[in-house]
């Protein structure tokens, strides 16, 4: 924050060298604007606490349910208030972005999805599932509205490759760089990491154990997009995928943080705000991140636990149940949702029945 209030946002930008897009340094540039006199901490926490009250909100007034409301302010709140997360920051237009989408609006969901993958990388792992059923939407109202939908979120995206090209580009290579087991993430690489007998922290991998994973979440994440593309513009249907395809990520991929399931957990109170069924989802997926938060760093940043045997074992056995409810949930959702083409495939896939919502 020092670097960009000092140099402004876009030589600050440059200099920090950061593996984050430039919207969260906008939003913290714009804070410190707003509150000069504060420490920076004060000021960080005031802009969490800002964005935490506007999404909660935002999503109480898409919703219109109490339950799903109040859930989804408790789920949200460890992760910015208590141990001052950045992901609350694309909280807001990500939580737009998919109300939008279910409301056939591809305008308006693309322009804040846009806006929601400024601030953080990971939403962009929803993208090949909400593409297409944005050009599905807009094609139905005529082919020109396609354009006409592309075109704010296509301005934005030159306008920001324009300013900070090539920084950019460079922040997300540097995102994909890390070659570690996994960055405190409770799953599959954490899991193989404590198995074979390494210290349950943050740790290197070899090259072709980072690239065994890759291909793993490769094989599971691009099956899902592919049946995604065969709902043919089914939005609930799409979002389900999509759900499926982030816990992929966290999953399976390696160098995967603690806090990256938050996006999954957005996306699950989306779908349960339009769907009651999709319920016990939505709060096993909360629970389990705001769990990985905890074991991690406790309620306020102290880590309740020190590396060692016993923490290994703790870690170890939350990755394996983490990973089996996956695999059981991915079962259910392809079990649950036969081919478009079939008898119970035109009755709307996963949408249909509750089996597959998981």
Not at 7 to 27: C, Q, R, S, T
Not at 217 to 224: D, T, V
Request: net charge positive; aromatic share 12%.
């Amino acid at each position: 924050m020092d670097a960009v209030a000092r140099h402004g946002l876009i030589k600050g930008y440059a200099e920090i060298g950061a593996d984050y897009p430039p919207g969260a340094a906008a939003l913290l540039l714009a804070a410190r604007r707003l509150l000069p006199a504060a420490a920076d901490l004060a000021v960080v926490k005031a802009l969490l606490a800002t964005a935490q009250l506007v999404s909660t909100l935002l999503f109480a007034a898409f919703c219109r349910r109490t339950g799903p409301s109040l859930c989804f302010v408790a789920a949200v709140a460890l992760s910015a208030s208590n141990l001052g997360y950045l992901d609350i920051l694309f909280t807001a237009p990500l939580v737009v972005a998919l109300f939008a989408a279910l409301d056939k609006r591809p305008a308006l969901s693309s322009t804040a999805f846009t806006l929601a993958c400024l601030v953080k990388w990971q939403p962009l792992i929803l993208l090949p599932f909400l593409l297409p059923l944005w050009i599905e939407q807009a094609r139905k109202v005529s082919i020109g509205h396609v354009v006409l939908a592309a075109g704010p979120a296509l301005a934005i995206c030159g306008a920001i490759a324009w300013w900070f090209w090539p920084e950019i580009w460079l922040a997300f290579g540097e995102a994909f760089a890390h070659g570690i087991w996994g960055a405190d993430a409770l799953n599959l690489p954490w899991l193989l990491q404590v198995a074979i007998g390494l210290s349950p922290q943050v740790l290197e991998a070899p090259d072709h154990a980072i690239w065994a994973l890759r291909l793993l979440f490769a094989a599971i994440y691009l099956p899902l997009v592919v049946r995604a593309l065969s709902r043919r513009g089914a939005a609930e249907d799409a979002l389900t995928y999509a759900l499926a395809g982030f816990a992929a990520y966290f999953m399976l991929a390696p160098s995967v943080h603690e806090n990256h399931l938050f996006t999954a957990m957005v996306l699950a109170f989306v779908l349960w705000a339009h769907d009651p069924s999709k319920a016990w989802p939505a709060i096993g997926i909360a629970l389990f991140a705001n769990l990985n938060l905890v074991v991690f760093y406790g309620l306020a940043g102290a880590p309740l636990f020190s590396p060692g045997p016993r923490f290994a074992l703790l870690t170890g056995a939350l990755s394996a149940v983490a990973t089996g409810a996956f695999c059981y949930g991915l079962y259910r959702l392809i079990a649950g949702s036969p081919a478009r083409d079939s008898p119970a495939g035109s009755a709307g896939g996963p949408s249909a029945t509750a089996a597959g919502n998981r």
